[in-house]
């Protein structure tokens, strides 16, 4: 059975840093692309960025862009979204999504989601 | 603003029908299959359709999708109070280095 089990959910302050994650089971790792989406509250879906495992060939949507960093470890099969100073407006769920490397590869699973909340 | 348009909210009577639709461009529906997300309140999104027209299992055939040119439609027939949600749509984008685009999203109340 495919999964996409994503760790839980974090309380931090303005300016702390943070790295959740992704793990994958079920199906091969390395040869799905990984996606990270926001979802404020009330909003829709924003793709953040993604990551294809096998050769770690990395992309961001241009307004994340230097805000976050997407990265991967091949040997726990994890793929991670990390920040270095987090501001109030990054509240929001935040999953992965998994997608096969054909063009219309859907993203076919879905982490449960992480909630992150940034308060002082 | 998303790069695929839909409208922010449908609405009907139980055991109605709704359409939601989805309108891109060349660069991603109108050479691309459009999946469908449908998302319950406090939960992830879920795959509907895929390739456009295509139902994973367990999905029911009150569930369709269809494509004309650069847009896209999902159709909820039979409509049921579990079908109220947000309905997203999505599409590979040639333009765009990630590769994918999503739709703002669709609420659809169930009357």
């Known amino acids: 059975e495919v999964q996409l089990v994503q760790s839980g959910a974090e309380v931090k302050k303005p300016g702390e840093s943070l790295k959740i994650s992704c793990k994958g089971s079920?199906?091969?790792?390395?040869?799905?692309?990984i996606a990270w989406v926001r979802q404020m509250p009330g909003k829709g879906l924003e793709l953040m960025g993604i990551?294809?495992?096998?050769?770690?060939?990395?992309r961001y949507t241009q307004s994340f862009q230097g805000q976050v960093t997407i990265s991967t470890d091949k040997s726990f099969d994890t793929a991670y979204l990390q920040w270095n100073s987090l501001k109030a407006s990054d509240t929001a769920m935040y999953y992965c999504a998994r997608r096969g490397v054909y063009s219309s590869a859907p993203y076919d699973y879905w982490g449960q989601g992480t909630l992150v909340t940034v308060s002082s | 603003q998303s790069v695929l348009t839909q409208p922010p909210s449908v609405s009907a009577a139980p055991g109605q029908k709704v359409t939601i639709s989805c309108s891109g461009s060349?660069?991603?529906?109108?050479?691309?299959?459009v999946s469908w997300y449908q998302q319950i309140p406090g939960t992830a999104p879920k795959l509907l359709i895929y390739e456009s027209n295509k139902r994973p299992s367990g999905i029911p055939d009150r569930f369709s999708g269809s494509k004309s040119g650069t847009s896209a439609t999902l159709g909820i027939t039979g409509l049921q109070t579990g079908d109220e949600a947000d309905y997203y749509c999505g599409a590979s984008d040639s333009s765009l280095s990630v590769l994918w685009v999503f739709g703002g999203g669709t609420k659809v109340t169930v009357l």
């Open positions: 079920g199906y091969g790792f390395n040869t799905h692309w």
């Open positions: 990551i294809y495992p096998d050769d770690s060939d990395t």
């Open positions: 060349s660069s991603n529906i109108g050479n691309n299959h």
